[in-house]
């Protein structure tokens, strides 16, 4: 009995130890792969991080820029300034109203594609902007003879200027920093 009794008890500390190795091998190897699977994770992270700060980085000053020329349009197609850099003295008024829609149109033309990096909001506010520029020289223009000089056109496009105290330009103008703002 005292050689049954050895070896039951060396059999069982044998397994006990197996048990408590293989419990420990299991243990060991599912902490690594969760490890393993956490650091890859962190390095496609970092990676993605990366790659976002890099198209940021690249896109950024491009988007600016895009601001910057839809500022310098918005102020150009404001009609009082439009007309101080279109008329000459030699212009009768229809020679002038023609000159001030088509340069608003062609300049907006020209900057369509800056759309690429703005708010539907803000587009939609400069899309305004030039349908109320060529709107208040089309009003002024009605009311001219095609006879008179470009003087009394600018006199009338400066009264419905004046006169209209919430211009699109001005709104949008002022949205359209804003949004710029936002990106810095």
Do not use: C
Request: proline content about 2%; hydrophobic content about 50%; charged content about 20%.
């Amino acid at each position: 009995m005292d050689n049954f009794f050895w070896t039951t008890l060396i059999t069982d500390v044998i397994h006990a130890f197996m048990i408590i190795g293989l419990g420990s091998l299991a243990a060991w190897l599912l902490i690594s792969f969760y490890f393993r699977k956490k650091n890859r994770y962190r390095k496609a992270v970092a990676t993605v991080n990366n790659d976002i700060t890099e198209s940021k980085r690249i896109i950024l000053p491009l988007k600016l820029q895009a601001y910057e020329r839809i500022v310098l349009y918005l102020e150009r197609i404001q009609p009082v300034n439009l007309v101080l850099r279109i008329q000459r003295s030699e212009m009768n008024a229809l020679e002038l109203h023609l000159a001030l829609v088509r340069t608003i149109r062609e300049e907006f033309d020209y900057n369509l594609s800056q759309q690429v990096y703005m708010s539907p909001t803000a587009w939609e506010m400069i899309k305004n902007a030039r349908e109320e520029s060529v709107a208040i020289i089309n009003r002024a223009a009605s009311q001219m003879a095609t006879e008179d000089n470009s003087s009394a056109l600018v006199r009338a496009i400066f009264d419905i200027s004046v006169g209209n105290e919430n211009l699109a330009t001005a709104a949008a103008l002022n949205y359209v920093k804003d949004e710029a703002r936002l990106l810095m």
